[in-house]
């Protein structure tokens, strides 16, 4: 899953949201990631936190070709478990654990400037008010993190610079 993660972002200009609510456990997954590769990535990165819908702006801004959005997902996984799922996939799903709909939040950015969004999941087991991250989601964590860290050292990714 990582590899394939990979190819699709190499050589395309990516910004990073990151979502989750840093008070319910596993939820933080997306929104901690964006801290941990801060100062590692050179690429645009937002913490859109629980409520993406109020980052259209900036996401519409970022000249980005490609959004890779990452959160807690249920998806009917294990725990930690991590899926692949392009925005079209989402339409009419609600797999976020978040109320607004990434498959109709991205469908407010015209056609002409909406760039590709990737979601990247990872299966919550804990969304319990005031816990840290689960050891299983914690691993795909910093799995992700090792990832993204690797492709941009490369410089397989466009940092639009």
Do not use: C, W
């Not at 319910?24 to 590769?37: I, N, W």
């Not at 859109?48 to 109020?54: Q, R, Y």
């Not at 799922?85 to 009419?92: A, C, P, R």
Request: aromatic share 4%.
């Amino acid at each position: 899953m990582f590899a394939e993660l990979g190819t699709r972002l190499t050589g395309k200009r990516i910004l990073l949201l990151g979502v989750g609510n840093r008070l319910r456990g596993d939820d933080a997954v997306g929104s901690l990631l964006v801290e941990r590769l801060q100062g590692k990535a050179d690429i645009p990165m937002i913490d859109a936190g629980d409520v993406p819908e109020n980052y259209l702006g900036p996401i519409e801004g970022s000249g980005a070709e490609v959004v890779l959005v990452v959160d807690a997902a249920d998806f009917g996984g294990d725990v930690g478990d991590t899926a692949i799922f392009d925005i079209g996939q989402l339409q009419g799903k609600s797999i976020s654990t978040h109320t607004a709909s990434l498959g109709l939040l991205f469908k407010v950015i015209p056609p002409e400037k909406r760039p590709q969004v990737i979601v990247l999941g990872i299966q919550p087991g804990n969304l319990e008010l005031s816990q840290g991250l689960s050891e299983p989601v914690l691993g795909a964590l910093e799995s992700l993190e090792r990832l993204l860290t690797g492709i941009l050292e490369q410089g397989a990714v466009d940092t639009g610079k």
